[in-house]
Nanobody, 119 residues
């Protein structure tokens, strides 16, 4: 089992910045992917950014150049630095931890943190 605890959401004006954190604990695999997904009201959950244990990143086109995913291995924590925020970035942001065993993915999710971009 893996437990994920998120923090850092809140209300910010358009053009502002926020940093989300996700601390993982429990049975952490040596090979995994951690990332952030978001879900706006009435919409499906969508990928924002992922980071593999080998350092490969992947970003949604809508956040490229504005968001940066990173991690602190010593703290088993992944971060999402969000700059130049737009109202369309308003959503609940969920941290995800995934590992694969024999081609079967196993996902763990955080409780979600609200990000609201509004003037």
């Amino acid at each position: 089992q893996v437990r994920l605890v998120e923090s850092g959401g809140g209300l910010v004006q358009p053009g502002g910045s926020l940093r989300l954190s996700c601390a993982a604990s429990g049975s952490i695999s040596s090979i995994y992917t951690m990332g952030w997904y978001r879900q706006a009201p009435g919409k499906q959950r969508e990928l924002v950014a992922t980071l593999t244990s080998s350092g490969i990143t992947n970003y949604a086109d809508s956040v490229k150049g504005r968001f940066t995913i990173s991690r602190d291995n010593g703290k088993n924590t992944v971060y999402l630095q969000m700059n130049s925020l737009k109202p369309d970035d308003t959503a609940v942001y969920y941290c995800n931890y995934r590992f694969v065993v024999l081609m079967t993915p196993y996902d763990f999710w955080g409780q979600g943190t609200q990000v609201t971009v509004s003037s």
